[in-house]
T-cell receptor, first 118, second 114 residues
Framework: AQTVTQSQPEMSVQEAETVTLSCTYD???????LFWYKQPPSRQMILVIR??????QNATENRFSVNFQKAAKSFSLKISDSQLGDAAMYFC???????????????FGEGTQLTVNP | NAGVMQNPRHLVRRRGQEARLRCSPM?????VYWYRQLPEEGLKFMVY????????ESGMPKERFSAEFPKEGPSILRIQQVVRGDSAAYFC????????????FGPGTRLTVL
């Protein structure tokens, strides 16, 4: 079974600074997808960024980028120019690419609570 | 295009009662997933359904929990004889297909068992 680990329960960053959230995962599969979701106080789950394991190039979405290290099974999220609205719980998630059953569920980490200080 | 709808947003039940949580997927989506989030924890997969079929229920507790996604109408997550440990936020997500297709999440239903 796949597992996702986020070793930082809490992180803080100054507004306009850069912060990196860590995520590691364990899998025996070679093809899969990785995601970062944001959960603000409203509790709505919002997709931040997605990475396909077969792609070597790291995904970027505006101020959000990832450092995907497949061999190390590491998938960190970098937030540049942090804004007050970035404050939220961030979840790393894994999804298999194979099979109709196992290839559909998301496996989440325990989350990292990000605080942005003005 | 409306997003994933869940109702009610908040549900209070006494121990032993039944809880029914409803989820209407995004228009055109035929894949529905239910996740549970206990306080201070991440989301845990419960069940994956397509229209009229349960595809994967490996995350669902064996007793008291059931889910359906009928041909017409919303998906229903039913919890019978609720206990305090069932108190959690229950999220529904839908997607157009599998694999890389994004799962769009609803706002969740917060269940409180007194």
């Amino acid at each position: 079974a796949q597992t996702v680990t986020q070793s930082q329960p809490e992180m803080s960053v100054q507004e306009a600074e850069t912060v990196t959230l860590s995520c590691t995962y364990d899998t025996s599969e070679s093809d899969y997808y990785l995601f970062w979701y944001k959960q603000p106080p409203s509790r709505q789950m919002i997709l931040v960024i997605r990475q396909e394991a077969y792609k070597q190039q790291n995904a970027t979405e505006n101020r959000f980028s990832v450092n995907f290290q497949k061999a190390a099974k590491s998938f960190s999220l970098k937030i540049s120019d942090s804004q007050l609205g970035d404050a939220a719980m961030y979840f790393c998630a894994y999804r298999s690419a194979r099979g109709e059953t196992s290839g559909s569920r998301l496996t989440f980490g325990e989350g990292t609570q990000l605080t942005v200080n003005p | 295009n409306a997003g994933v709808m869940q109702n009610p947003r908040h549900l209070v039940r006494r121990r032993g009662q039944e809880a029914r949580l409803r989820c209407s997927p995004m228009k055109g989506h035929s894949h529905v997933y239910w996740y549970r989030q206990l306080p201070e924890e991440g989301l845990k997969f419960m069940v994956y359904l397509q229209k009229e079929n349960i595809i994967d229920e490996s995350g669902m507790p064996k007793e008291r929990f059931s889910a359906e996604f009928p041909k017409e109408g919303p998906s229903i997550l039913r919890i019978q004889q609720v206990v305090r440990g069932d108190s959690a936020a229950y999220f529904c997500a839908s997607s157009h297909g599998q694999g890389a297709n994004e799962q769009f999440f609803g706002p969740g239903t917060r269940l409180t068992v007194l």
